[in-house]
C-alpha cells in the first residue's frame, strides 16, 4: 500500500540537485500510493544551538508571520520562519521542549511534524505529484531525503498518518509492508511512557526504534532487535542527520531496489522511478537481502 | 436411586468437543472436512422485511415487472458481464468436484443467463463448454493456470482468500488426486496436495495493483477483474482491493464452504456473511464507489429470502457454492439410477455420516457422487439431471427473490434497500445495522448518525 | 561509505565462464527488425500491438527501445515472435509467454515469465524476485544472479542461473528444473514436489523436506543440454542434485512441524 525513496548524493555540487532527482522518483511511486505523501530532507545542519521545527497547518490557513512575532516574544527573539505553503520551517536555540510546550498551548491544531538540526519533513495529502508542485520540492538542497506515497484505508485520510514518522530529533523512517503484532508492541512501549499519536503500524516500528534508542542503542543496534521483535512484512528505510539505513524483514516480500554510482545511492520500492537518474544506465543496481542492515554513510566533506 | 436421575450433558465439553478430542489424542490428526461453518452464528434468518401495508404498495406478480437483470464489472472492462439474475455460482474446483458436477453447473448457469466459476485447479474443457459466462480464478497455487484459458474467461477473479479458511491454502487430499487432477495440477496422482497461502509472484495491495495490470495486459483490458475476499478485516480488505484495480469484489462470509479444510479454520476464522457485508457497502460508500464497483457476497446463502436481504444491505449480486450443491443432491438421501432413485444410507454410514449430517467432501466418497474422482460414484449424477435440479433450485431463488421485492414495491430487486428490514436479534441488528423489530435501535450506531 | 555486502546484486558482474554471446538482433535495415520506443508510445500500445498485430504484418523480430524499468513489456506473447528489450525492465516481464523467444538487454524486476508456458526467456542482466513463478514449460535463462523465490511453484519451465539466487528458491516446486551456477541463499526447495534442482556453488541451507542426492547419468545428460541451451560453460559434474525427500506426500501428524 505504499512506495518508498530515498536518495543520498556523495558530492558537495550535488546538493542542490537533491530535490530535482529525488521529485520524479516521488511522482513515478504514486502509482503505489496516490492518497498522501511525505517527505524528510536533510541538509547542512543549523548552527549555534539551534533547532528547527517542520510545522505543518493542514487545511487551516495559518498567518506564519504573525506566529512569527508572538514566537520572538514569547520564546525568543531569534525565531526565525521559513514559510511554503501551509509548511513552515521554525528555527530557534530555545529549549525544544519550551517550543513543544508553547505550541501546544497557542497552536493546538497545528501539526510539529520534525524536530531537529538537519532535517525538514513535509507531509500532505492528495497525490504526490501535488505535493511536488505545492512544495517544489525539486528545488529542494541537501545531502540526503527519504520519501514515502501512501495508499490509505482511512477515509479522512490525514496527515497524521502518513510517513515518514519521526522520534527524538534528526530520525525519520517510511515503511512499506504490514506489521502483524503493532498492537502488542503498542502497549509495550506505553507502558514504558511513550506517546503514540496515531494507531497506524508504522508508528509502532518507529516508536520501538525510539524506545531501543534512546535506552542508549544504535540505530543498527535497535534495529537489531526490532528484527526479532517486530513481525509481519517490512522494508523500513530511516534517516539519521548523517545516513541513509535500510533494512528488510526475514521474508522480503516487499520490494526495495538500490543503485549506486559515485554521484549518488538512490532507494526505490521499484527501479523504474530510478530510470531518469543520471548515470542510471552504468550504476550498480541491487536487491537489498532479508535482515541486513544497510547504511549509507553522508560523507564528512559534505557534511562540511 | 433417585427417579429423577437424567444424564447432563456439559456445554463445555459436549459430544462434538469430546469426540474431537478423543480422535486427536487417538490418532494425532487434526480434523479436516467440507462444507462451511456448522454452528449459528447470527445471519439473514435474524432479519424480515418490512413488506407492504398502506404507506408502501405492492407489485402484482406476474403481470407487473420485477427486473432482476445484474451487470457485473463496468469500471474498467470493455466487456462487463450481463447476468440476467443477481445470483452467480461460486468457484469450486474440479477436483473438488467431479467433471459431470462442471458441466451441469455450466448448463444450469446458462440456461438461467448466470455465471459459474473455475476452481483451484483450473478450467475444464466441459465446463468452459457448457458455461456461457465462466468467471477463472487465479490463486496462491496457481494449479492448472494458463493464458490460453486466461484468454478464453469471461471475467477474472483474484482470489485472496475464501470463508472458510482466510488466511489458509488450498487442500485436496490424495484420495482425490486422480490421474487427471494430478495432470492438471502438475502434482503426482495419489499424493496429499499441499498449497501455498500467499500469491507466488505479489504480496501486498500495491504489488496486487501492479500483478491486476499484468492480468489486464495479457488480456487486452477486455473482460472484468473480481478480487475475492474471505471476510476479516473486511473494511480495510475493500478499500485496499478497489484501489488495487477490482473491478468487483467478491466477499465470503464465513459460512462458505470449502471442498477441505481444517476444521479449526471453518469454525474460528472469518466473521458472519451477515456481518461483513455492511462493512463492505460502507467501505464501498466511503470511497465513493458504490455502483461503480460492485460487491458479490457469498457465505451460505441457502434461499430467496437470503438472497433480498442481501441486495437490501447493498450487495450487487449473491454467489451460492454449498446451495448449489444441495441442489445437485449433496445430503440427499438417495441418488438416481436408470432404474429409478436408489438410497445412499449404507454409503453415508460407511463415512460415518449420515444424510443432513455429511460434510464429508474431503474423502472422495461422495455417496451422491458430487464430490468425487472416483468414476463409479461419479456416474451417481448425470450432468442432465444435475442441471435440471440445479436450473430448478435457481428459478425457486429467483421467483423467491422477485416474490418479496414486489411485496415491498419494487420494479428492480436492485432497488431494495436496508431501511425495507428489521432484525429479530440484538447481534443482529447490530451486525446488519438495521432496527431491532419494534423499535428504532441500531446497537452501536447513535439514532441521529448516519450509517 | 560503508556498506554490508549485499547478496542480491543486480548489476552482472564479470562472469567466471565464457557466456555464448546471444545473437544480438541484427541491424535494422538488414534485418526487418521493428524498433518499438516506448518513450514515444505507451506499454498498452505495445502489447496490444505483439498481441494482435504483429504476426499478422509479418514483424518477426521486434526491439523495444527505452524500457526504463517499466512493467508487463511483453506479457501475453501467443507467437513464434523475436522481442529484444534493449534496456532494465519492470515487473512480469514475459508474463504467461507462449511460444516467443523474449530477451533483455538488462535487468529485469519482479516474476519474470511468470506462468510462462514455451518459448525462451533470456535476461542478461540480473532479476529481482519470484523469477518465473509457477512456469510451465519453455525455458528461461538469467545470465547474473537472481533473487529471492526463483522458481516458486515450479510447474514444468526450465530455469538456468549464471550467478547466484536468493533465499526461499524453488519453493513448492512441483515440476521442472533450475539449475544454479553460483551460490543458492537459504531456505532452497523448501516443500519440494518433483521438480529437481542443480546447484554448483555453496549452498547455505536446504529447506524442509529438500535434501542432497547423488548425480545420475541421466542428471548429467539433462544438465549438458541445459547448460548448453543456456550457453553456460560448466561441466555438469560439478553441480549437486537437491530434491525432494517426499517425506510430506502423505500428511502425517510427526511431521507437523514441517507444514
Excluded at chain 1, 490557513?61 to 525565531?79: E, F, G, K, N, Y
Excluded at chain 2, 449424477?381 to 423467491?400: D, H, I, K, S
Excluded at chain 3, 510462462?116 to 523469477?131: L, P
Aim: charge should be negative; hydrophobic fraction near 40%.
Amino acid at each position: 500500500m505504499c512506495g518508498i525513496v530515498g536518495l543520498l548524493v556523495k558530492r558537495p555540487a550535488l546538493r542542490d540537485s537533491l530535490g530535482a532527482w529525488l521529485s520524479p522518483m516521488l511522482v513515478c511511486m504514486g502509482d503505489r500510493g496516490p492518497d498522501s505523501a511525505g517527505l524528510a530532507v536533510f541538509s547542512l545542519p543549523v548552527g549555534d544551538g539551534k533547532r528547527r521545527f517542520s510545522l505543518y497547518a493542514g487545511l487551516e490557513t495559518i498567518d506564519w508571520s504573525q506566529l512569527a512575532s508572538r514566537a520572538r516574544a514569547d520564546l525568543s527573539p531569534d525565531v526565525e520562519i521559513e514559510s511554503n505553503a501551509n509548511h513552515a520551517g521554525l528555527t530557534t536555540a530555545s529549549d525544544p521542549t519550551r517550543v513543544r510546550g508553547w505550541l501546544e498551548d497557542g497552536f493546538p491544531s497545528l501539526h510539529l511534524l520534525s524536530v531537529g538540526r538537519s532535517i525538514d519533513l513535509f507531509k500532505d495529502t492528495g497525490h504526490p505529484r501535488e505535493l511536488v508542485d505545492r512544495y517544489a520540492f525539486a528545488r529542494l538542497s541537501g545531502t540526503h531525503a527519504v520519501a514515502h506515497t501512501r495508499m490509505a484505508t482511512e477515509s479522512a485520510v490525514t496527515p497524521a498518518h502518513a510517513h515518514p514518522f519521526t522520534a527524538g530529533e534528526d530520525f525519520c523512517l517510511v515503511h512499506n509492508g504490514s506489521l502483524s503484532n503493532p498492537n502488542t508492541i503498542r502497549r509495550k512501549l506505553e507502558k514504558r511512557g511513550i506517546r503514540f499519536q496515531t494507531d497506524n503500524d508504522t508508528e509502532a516500528a518507529c516508536r520501538f526504534l525510539e524506545w531501543r534508542m534512546s535506552a542508549g542503542d544504535s540505530l543498527e543496534a535497535a534495529l537489531e532487535k526490532g528484527l526479532v521483535e517486530l513481525d509481519g512484512f517490512f522494508t523500513l528505510l530511516m534517516a539519521t542527520a548523517d545516513k541513509l539505513v535500510l533494512v528488510r524483514d526475514a521474508f522480503a516480500c516487499k520490494p526495495a531496489v538500490a543503485a549506486e554510482t559515485d554521484d549518488y545511492v538512490a532507494i526505490s520500492s521499484e527501479f523504474r522511478s530510478l530510470a531518469h537518474l543520471p548515470g542510471i544506465k552504468d550504476a550498480e543496481i541491487f536487491e537489498p537481502g532479508p535482515e541486513r542492515i544497510y547504511s549509507w554513510n553522508v560523507s564528512p566533506s559534505l557534511a562540511g | 436411586m433417585s427417579e429423577f436421575t437424567s444424564l447432563e450433558e456439559s456445554a463445555g465439553f459436549d459430544r462434538h468437543v469430546l469426540a474431537y478430542i478423543h480422535q486427536a489424542a487417538e490418532t494425532g490428526l487434526y480434523e479436516i472436512r467440507g462444507l462451511g461453518a456448522k454452528r449459528r452464528v447470527p445471519s439473514f434468518d435474524d432479519l424480515v422485511f418490512l413488506t407492504a401495508s398502506i404507506s408502501r404498495y405492492p407489485l402484482e406478480g406476474y403481470r407487473e415487472k420485477c427486473v432482476t437483470k445484474t451487470v457485473l464489472g463496468t469500471r474498467f472492462a470493455k466487456r462487463p458481464l450481463e447476468l440476467e439474475i443477481p445470483i452467480t455460482i461460486a468457484g469450486m474446483s474440479f477436483g473438488a468436484l467431479s467433471a459431470n458436477v462442471k458441466e451441469a453447473l455450466g448448463t444450469a448457469a446458462t440456461q438461467c443467463g448466470t455465471s459459474t466459476t473455475t476452481g483451484d485447479g483450473g478450467m475444464t474443457p466441459e465446463e468452459r463448454k457448457s458455461s456461457k459466462t465462466l468467471v477463472y480464478q487465479c490463486l496462491p497455487s496457481r494449479y492448472g493456470f494458463n493464458p490460453d484459458d486466461l484468454r478464453q474467461a469471461d471475467a477474472i477473479e483474484m482470489v485472496i482468500g475464501q470463508g472458510a479458511k482466510p488466511g489458509g491454502g488450498g487442500m485436496l487430499l490424495g484420495q482425490k488426486v486422480s490421474a487427471r487432477v494430478a495432470a492438471m495440477r502438475t502434482l503426482p496422482e495419489g499424493i496429499d496436495q499441499r498449497s501455498a497461502c500467499r500469491h507466488p509472484d505479489w504480496t501486498g495491495p500495491d504489488d496486487l495493483a501492479i500483478k491486476l495490470e499484468e492480468l489486464r495486459e495479457i488480456t487486452d483490458w477486455q473482460v472484468p477483474i473480481f478480487v475475492k475476499l474471505g471476510a476479516t478485516r473486511v473494511r480495510d480488505d475493500v478499500k485496499l482491493a478497489v484501489k488495487s484495480g477490482a473491478d468487483v469484489i467478491v466477499l465470503d462470509g464465513m459460512q462458505g464452504g470449502t471442498a477441505a479444510t481444517q476444521q479449526v479454520f471453518i469454525e474460528h476464522a472469518g466473521i458472519p456473511t451477515l456481518a461483513a457485508l455492511p462493512l463492505a457497502v460502507e467501505a464501498l460508500d466511503d470511497m465513493n464507489m458504490l455502483g461503480e464497483v460492485q460487491l458479490i457476497i457469498s457465505g451460505g446463502i441457502r434461499t430467496g429470502a437470503d438472497v433480498a436481504k442481501a441486495l437490501a444491505l447493498g450487495a450487487d449480486a449473491v454467489s451460492i457454492g454449498q446451495g448449489v450443491l444441495m441442489a445437485l443432491g449433496c445430503n440427499r438421501s438417495d441418488y438416481q439410477t436408470t432404474d429409478g432413485p436408489r438410497d445412499a444410507g449404507a454409503d453415508y454410514e460407511a463415512l460415518g455420516a449420515a444424510p443432513g449430517y455429511c460434510h464429508h467432501c474431503h474423502t472422495g466418497r461422495c455417496p451422491v457422487g458430487i464430490t468425487t474422482q472416483d468414476p463409479v460414484l461419479e456416474q451417481r449424477l448425470t450432468p442432465a439431471e444435475g442441471a435440471r435440479r440445479l436450473r430448478n433450485y435457481l428459478n425457486v431463488l429467483a421467483m423467491e427473490l422477485t416474490t418479496l421485492a414486489r411485496a415491498c414495491g419494487k420494479s428492480n430487486v436492485h432497488h431494495l434497500e436496508r431501511e425495507d428490514l428489521v432484525a429479530l436479534t440484538v447481534e443482529a441488528a447490530a451486525m446488519a445495522r438495521v432496527p431491532l423489530a419494534g423499535t428504532s435501535w441500531i446497537p452501536g450506531q447513535h439514532p441521529q448518525q448516519g450509517i | 561509505m560503508e556498506r554490508v555486502a549485499e547478496p542480491g546484486r543486480m548489476t552482472p558482474r564479470e562472469s567466471t565462464s565464457p557466456i555464448a554471446p546471444t545473437p544480438a538482433l541484427a541491424d535494422s535495415r538488414a534485418a526487418n527488425v521493428v524498433e518499438w520506443d516506448l518513450a514515444r508510445t505507451g506499454v498498452r500500445a505495445l502489447n496490444q500491438w505483439l498481441h494482435h498485430d504483429a504476426s499478422r504484418e509479418g514483424a518477426r523480430a521486434i526491439r523495444v527501445l527505452n524500457p526504463d524499468g517499466q512493467h508487463h513489456l511483453a506479457a501475453g506473447l501467443n507467437a513464434p515472435l523475436q522481442v529484444e528489450i534493449a534496456g532494465h525492465a519492470g515487473y512480469f516481464v514475459a508474463g504467461m509467454n507462449q511460444l516467443a523467444d523474449v530477451v533483455v538487454q538488462g535487468n529485469v524486476g519482479w516474476s519474470v515469465a511468470e506462468n510462462m508456458m514455451s518459448g525462451t526467456v533470456r535476461v542478461k542482466g540480473c532479476a529481482s524476485e519470484s523469477a518465473g513463478a509457477s512456469g510451465h514449460g519453455g525455458l528461461l535463462v538469467i545470465e547474473g544472479d537472481a533473487s529471492s523465490r526463483c522458481g516458486i511453484s515450479l510447474k514444468g519451465l526450465d530455469i538456468v542461473v549464471g550467478g547466484r539466487v536468493g533465499h526461499m528458491s524453488a519453493f513448492m516446486a512441483q515440476a521442472g528444473t533450475l539449475v544454479i551456477c553460483g551460490d543458492a541463499a537459504a531456505g532452497l526447495g523448501d516443500s519440494l514436489y518433483e521438480a529437481v534442482i542443480y546447484v554448483r556453488g555453496t549452498l547455505h541451507g536446504l529447506g524442509t523436506d529438500a535434501r542432497q542426492e547423488p548425480l545420475t547419468a541421466a542428471d548429467v545428460e539433462k544438465l549438458s543440454s541445459l547448460l548448453a541451451r543456456a550457453g553456460f560453460d560448466h561441466a555438469p559434474e560439478s553441480f549437486k542434485r537437491i530434491a525432494s525427500a517426499k517425506t510430506l506426500y502423505h500428511w502425517h501428524i510427526d511431521s507437523s512441524h514441517a507444514y
